[in-house]
């Protein structure tokens, strides 16, 4: 078997790997990150700079939970340049969880082991192309908490429950989902690594310890419920979203969410690659478990389809338990390939290939954002300060919603820019009203009247045509302000551009004129004073 030293080596090779696009690609198309920057930098001071302090506001009151990167902004913001602090907080994103996989495996199994190279292939699942930030770092930061458990057990006493209090209220803090993680991992744990005998005796005896070891979790819930005064997701005159559950495809996409990206050819290959790797191992029982942390990752993979995809307080909460479920299942589980050097150094060696082409494959997407933001920025170019700025975009058709097209598409889903319009914020100093800030999620808030006009769920793109026919907007009260184009804003801003819309040519309607046409970004002066005719422009979908 390898020494400690070469997988550490391995490890070390991964993590510099794994930073290289990261630390060169700074706008990578993450789905939320830039709406996360912009509010990072908001934080870090600039909500205090004129004309923004007109539109938003800074609001701590009542803030418990998700607020891991925004905790970040305030304590550091003014040493660390915020778009720095952003990158960090994406690194820490990206490798905490299979970081933390690793230390849970070596606290359960003793010792490094090439297997746990192999960790490193989730480092990119379907939540960090999202930009669920602090998701991914609860995750991790769940993991190690569960990795120190074993040596707060040997001390045993008040030190553990202590312990596990404090880890378990400093994941609240991070994330709400941090702290179930960590109270599924607690109970794997407390159910033990081996398998009861077939009596029932047995198995209730276990599932006794597994149900006290997760008890502690629901004191930081408690306090998080006293404290909070609004749960996530609630904001001011916005109705609760409905409670959506996925259709048969959503749901399969949803369980395989740890493995797709930007490319289901490319995803496709990758899944089959691994889990037909796996299920070999198995077959020929080269793998060993721990039993509770296999048992966990198994209910929160079982659980996963029976999850709504929305809830008023988050999205995605379907996506988000296999991902879970991967991270337990690989901390539980060590291949045991025989002594030798020989294969050891094989799997350690195929783990850095495989790690190599999926982090190749996702930097090649990322780095399609060089283009869109150059478009992006020189459209912004002629943005005064204090600008009111209307974000829409091309919609593909039907035909091009799932289209391969590089950095522009992610986990079967036909769009990644749609948060890139909050980076005017920053750049320009402008009014963009989809920023997040949702009561209890974000401690950024719009000020009033503003508020009337923005939807701090952070909206959806909608296509530019819904400006000549408002039958287009979709029904819900969220998109209102969308109707209120002509009178509320000076700009509007349509990305994706380049690329064919689903109801043909863009033809502007009256009192809307080209400013400046970047390809994938093109900006708009409404004209306010100008008289408008009804026009009726012909849709071609």
């Keep these: 078997m390898l020494q ?23 706008f990578p198309p993450l789905l939320d990150y830039p709406n996360h920057l912009a509010r990072l930098w ?5 909500v205090d700079v004129a004309p923004l302090n007109r539109f938003y506001v800074e609001d701590w009151h009542g803030m ?8 970040a902004a305030k304590l550091f913001g003014g040493i660390i340049p915020p778009f720095v602090l952003g990158t960090m907080m994406l690194a820490v994103a990206a490798l905490l969880p299979p970081l933390g996989a690793v230390a849970l495996n070596k606290a359960e199994f003793g ?10 292939f989730f480092w990119c699942p379907l939540t960090l192309l999202a930009g669920f930030l602090n998701f991914q770092i609860g995750l991790g930061a769940a993991l190690f908490a569960a990795a120190a458990d074993r040596g707060l057990r040997a001390r045993g006493g008040y030190w553990l429950h202590a312990w596990r209090l404090a880890f378990g209220v400093g994941l609240m803090v991070v994330h709400p989902f941090a702290l179930l993680f960590y109270c599924a991992l607690l109970a794997g744990l407390g159910f033990g690594p081996d398998f009861p005998r077939a009596s029932v005796s047995d198995w209730g005896r276990k599932v006794l310890h597994a149900e006290t070891a997760a008890l502690i979790c629901l004191v930081p819930l408690g306090l998080f419920f006293l404290w909070a005064h609004a749960l996530p997701g609630g904001s001011e005159g916005s109705p609760a979203r409905p409670i959506i559950f996925g259709d048969l495809f959503s749901r399969s996409r949803a369980m395989l969410s740890p493995f797709i990206a930007y ?5 496709g290959a990758f899944i089959l690659s691994f889990l037909g790797f796996v299920l070999f191992c198995a077959v020929r029982r080269k793998i060993s478990c721990h039993a509770g942390l296999l048992i966990a990752a198994a209910a929160m993979m079982t659980l996963a389809p029976f999850m709504p995809a929305m809830t008023n307080e988050s999205a995605w909460v379907n996506r988000r338990l296999p991902i879970m479920a991967v991270s337990a299942a690989l901390a ?4 045991n390939l025989g002594q030798s ?8 060696l195929g783990a850095v290939v495989f790690v190599v082409l999926r982090t190749a494959d996702v930097g090649w997407n990322w780095s399609a954002s060089f283009f869109m933001i150059d478009s992006l920025r020189s459209v912004l170019a002629e943005v005064p300060p204090g600008a009111m700025i209307l974000p829409m975009r091309h919609e593909p058709p039907d035909q091009l919603k799932y289209y391969i097209d590089q950095g522009r598409s992610f986990g079967w889903i036909d769009t990644t820019y749609i948060h890139y319009p909050a980076l005017a914020i920053p750049w320009r100093h402008a009014f963009i009203p989809t920023l997040f800030g949702e009561t209890g999620k974000q401690p950024v808030r719009f000020r009033a009247p503003y508020n009337q006009i923005a939807d701090p769920r952070g909206g959806w793109l909608i296509s530019v045509h819904a400006l000549s026919h408002p039958e287009l907007l979709p029904t819900a009260a969220q998109f209102n302000y969308i109707r209120q184009w002509r009178t509320r804003f000076d700009y509007v801003l349509v990305l994706n551009a380049d690329e064919p819309d689903l109801y043909g040519p863009f033809d502007p309607p009256p009192g809307l004129r080209l400013v400046k046409d970047g390809g994938f970004a093109q900006l708009f002066r409404i004209q306010r004073n100008q008289s408008y005719r009804n026009a009726p422009v012909e849709l071609r979908p």
Excluded at 42 to 46: K, S, T, Y
């Design 111 to 120: 010792g490094y082991h090439p297997w746990q190279l192999t960790f490193f």
């Design 263 to 267: 490319n289901f050819i490319v995803d």
């Design 64 to 71: 418990a939970t998700n607020i891991g990167i925004d905790l």
């Design 332 to 335: 539980a589980t060590r291949l």
């Design 4 to 26: 400690r030293q070469p997988v550490v080596w391995g490890i070390g090779l991964l993590v510099t790997i794994i930073l290289i696009p990261i630390i060169a690609i700074p």
């Design 341 to 348: 050097r020989r294969d050891a150094l094989a799997l350690g």
């Design 42 to 46: 908001l934080i870090a001071g600039g």
